[in-house]
């Protein structure tokens, strides 16, 4: 019984790190159609950020949950004016262009805070259920998650912000007709996808050893979820998570963890092969 | 592609003399091995995708595979000739598979990105995490993050004793090169090359002239993946040991910047693009200012924004530009430009 609940937690934890490591991802990517790969160090400069504001006696909950991602955000901005623009609807460019930006973050990152592994501690206790200690934080992500997929949803469903940024990344030149300015448009979206990032990054930090190279773990698994989950943003990201998430943790119990990772990549290249349009370029048509 | 394959060849004798004449004089032969290495590295890339329009991901897991091959089966064996040959088939073997199982499922673009890029994690977790003293092949342990050290290194075939090193080390890959670089023209001006180059410009027409477009670009694949894994084993043989870092993203991040920075569509590029920027990374990691990785990012993204041709392109026009006859062929020249990157069918 105690060991149901346990891996049952573990599981619901597994698919919201997962939903928050590709959230900001699924906005840049998914709706921008700009591949970035620099989305690993966007969250590795979000923990950078929650660790150098809780260093200056800032509260933690206030590093992580606002200036993180306001910080990544701003980085974001610049990111956007100065290279990203030039490269809208050129696929592949945005992907090496971005993937020279992850590795000068990289390279910033380990000048300004060396190259050592800093971290802060989780601040919600444990717990135990009978047997077994779980880890409080865990809830802290799962609810994080859910939060951020039900503001997601509400902004791009229920807000005209949304409807714009929706409509303008369909049909640029009928947003710009219609008195919108695409660039403005595009400028908001990847700060707002940068920021989703930096808030990822943060809420994971104290969970993992911060590294300049730490973005890296977080890359591919980002991209496996959000291609996976196919062209519906929040469907997409939550059934894909869902289906990865539960994956890796039936492997993780089962065998080890090492086993686990595997078992989600292999997974990732089954699922690509057989549903190449994602799952919800099969199964959910159309719906945000 | 103007003039003939034995003009071609003579071009490649000709670099390959002063490769192996004026280079040594200018940097030790060491440095200059693993140049090499890397060229061949780059011209594997820059074949798959320069010519065949196959963006991958992953192609330093078939360089990894390779080096691996090597280092497995001549700690086996003892003997260096059979497992050159294992390092060069396994990868096109695997290649051969992954490839057409990308290919037959009509994977393009992004897909076929992230799923090289997501077997290349899978190699580098799994090789990372066999640690363990039961994870043995033959008599070699794969020794997890450790790697393998310690396997014969090249010999003279059929003479295990004779160890292959040094100054004669550097020429075997040096001629190497210029085989692998011979056959790439060969096929090139094959009519196999020629279709894949048709293939890149457009998929959908080649098949429907008839092409089986699935076939062949699973082929050239492996073809690139063999040398990829060649080129593994020379580094197998130049390091002497053979760590999970080979199949990591960084390896395959930087495969790309090479064929980038040395220009795609061309086969001397790649190579020259892979030895310059290695040799640069070697020059760098002798200061401490500026962080090594910060600016090849930087290179990076500037040869994305402003050259994105990459260098020999550029020279090769400002050279038509200014001394050769009036392009004739202009359409081409930019229907050629627009379609780097990759066959979106």
Redesign the interface.
Known sequence: MDLTVVILVEMLYAVASLILISAGLAVIFGMMKV?NLAHGEFMMMGGYATITAVNLGVNIFMAMLIIAPIVVGLIGLVVERL?IR??YG????T???T??????????A??IFGNTTTGISTPIPGFAIGNYQINGYNFFIIVIAILLLIGMLAILKATRAGLIARGAMQRSDMAAALGYSPDRIYLATFFCGSALSGLAGAVLAPLVGLVPTSG?AY??KA??TV?AGGPSLIAGLFSSAGFFGIVNQIFTFAISP?IG??AL??A??VL??LL?QGITGKFFKGNF | MPGSLSKDAITILLVTAILIWIMPQLISTYTLTILIVYGMLGLSLGLIWGFGGILCFGQAAFFGLGAYTYAIAAINIGESTFPMLLAVLVPAAFAALLGAMMFYGRLTDVYLGVITLVVTLILFKFINSTAGPQYVIGNARLGGFNGIPGFQTLNIPGRPDDYIWGDSYFYVCAVLLALVLFLVSALLRSSFGRVAVGIRENEVRMSLMGYDVRARKTVLFAVGAAIAGLAGALFANWAEIVTPSLFSLGQSAEIIIWCIVGGLGTRFGPILGAAGLAYLKFLLGQQSVVDNTLITGLILVLFVLFLPKGIVPALAGLWKVSFGRRPQGRIHQQRRMRNRGGANG
């Open positions: 591949i290279v030039h490269l050129r696929l592949v460019d992907m090496l262009a993937w020279g930006l992850s590795l000068f973050f990289i390279g910033l380990t000048m890296g890359i591919a991209f496996i291609i090492v990772e595997v990549l292999v990732a290249v690509l092969r190449p």
